[in-house]
């Protein structure tokens, strides 16, 4: 059932159900009725279920409820060990990486990578993956050793299935978008031809086809995800903030700022800043300028906080060469290019060539974007 639930919510109902509706109250019911006549095994994994898939909608409050019925039950059953059971733990991370909790996010899947259920174990690898993305090299090499061992040990045919097939997809294309690789996650989301994509993928797809420039296909994706939006708020999400870079970029400040609106005010309402992610720091901090002023932001104040990576690509002090960290830190302590080429004995022309060999290692295109980058990456 668990497989059945995920595949729902991911891509539809599964043919071989029958279900065309939503599984909350079937799994509520089980769960009432379990819990009544004291089947705390039945009502446990409904209760995680239902925390699983509140979770997947972005329903933080519902969710965190939820992880709570399924910890208690599980607890009271005879003999069973401290901790959450599997979906549960699933549902736990999601919740912690929608609150920015990155790190906490991957504690809380932890247990999962020795769980016998193959499903799970995958899940929580990919998972894994996009969470580490924002917690270094040390934590991406460990999550994608632990990926691809999870892939050796599964079963060819339950990777090929359109739930996990899916989700690697899913999280190596985030992966390739915030290295800045679109091209490569294009070719992962890529649908056979006649086959529709899920709304999961095509709200990514629109990101991808973004970054590498196709703002007439990113479009079509971004509303396309919106018509099939539903209870899924983090893919609608992405999807509106997609549209309006393509507005914003368009010239269409008026559109821009009412798309960029809903996709913020569904954030706030479903605490989920995540989904902004993978706007760049260019456009994110222009279209923040037009949407800021007019309604209280919180998940634009959390992602500033957080310092959210964007599609950049990550830099460290290595990736600079000397004269250009020197060209760095000269000139965010003269401001001018005038300055900074007397202090330095150099042309002008020789400080401005040094700057866009730094734009391009930074992945900006202004100065002030340069030394707030170069700041969070600890280069200043």
Request: glycine share 6%.
């Amino acid at each position: 059932m668990f497989e059945w639930a995920l595949a729902f919510v991911v891509g539809g109902p599964m043919e071989r159900t029958g279900w065309d509706t939503q599984p909350e109250a079937q799994l509520e019911e089980t769960y009432s009725s379990a819990f009544a006549r004291a089947d705390y095994d039945i009502a446990s994994g409904a209760a995680a279920e239902m925390a699983w898939l509140n979770s997947f909608a972005g329903r933080a409050d519902a969710t965190a409820q939820w992880i709570e019925r399924a910890s208690a039950v599980h607890h009271a059953r005879p003999g069973t060990a401290a901790g959450l059971s599997s979906a549960a733990r699933l549902a736990e991370s999601m919740r912690r990486s929608d609150a920015l909790d990155f790190r906490g996010a991957l504690a809380s899947l932890v247990a999962l990578s020795g769980d016998h259920l193959y499903d799970h174990r995958i899940l929580a690898a990919t998972a894994a993956v996009m969470y580490a993305v924002h917690l270094g090299p040390i934590e991406i090499g460990r999550a994608k050793s632990e990926l691809a061992r999870t892939c050796e040990t599964s079963p060819p045919g339950l990777l090929a299935a359109p739930l996990n097939a899916g989700a690697l997809a899913y999280a190596e294309s985030y992966r390739l978008l915030l290295e800045g690789s679109p091209a490569r996650a294009l070719r992962l989301l890529q649908a056979p031809a006649g086959v529709r994509l899920p709304l999961y993928a095509e709200a990514r797809r629109a990101s991808a086809l973004l970054q590498a420039g196709d703002l007439h296909a990113a479009e079509m994706s971004a509303m396309a995800a919106i018509e099939e939006g539903g209870a899924m708020p983090r893919f609608v999400i992405e999807a509106w903030a997609v549209l309006a870079v393509v507005q914003l970029r368009g010239g269409a400040r008026e559109a821009a700022r009412e798309s960029f609106g809903r996709a913020v005010a569904l954030a706030d309402r479903d605490t989920l800043p995540v989904a902004l992610g993978l706007i760049g720091s260019t456009d994110f901090a222009d279209l923040r300028g037009l949407v800021e002023r007019s309604h209280d932001s919180a998940s634009l104040v959390s992602l500033a906080r957080q310092h959210m990576r964007r599609p950049e690509p990550a830099v460290t002090l290595a990736s600079l060469t000397p004269r250009e960290r020197r060209v760095l830190e000269t000139i965010d302590a003269v401001r001018s290019i005038a300055a900074t080429a007397a202090q330095l004995e150099v042309s002008a022309n020789t400080v401005k060539s040094q700057l866009q060999a730094i734009y391009r290692k930074l992945g900006v295109s202004r100065r002030h974007d340069m030394l707030r980058v170069a700041r969070e990456q600890g280069l200043l």
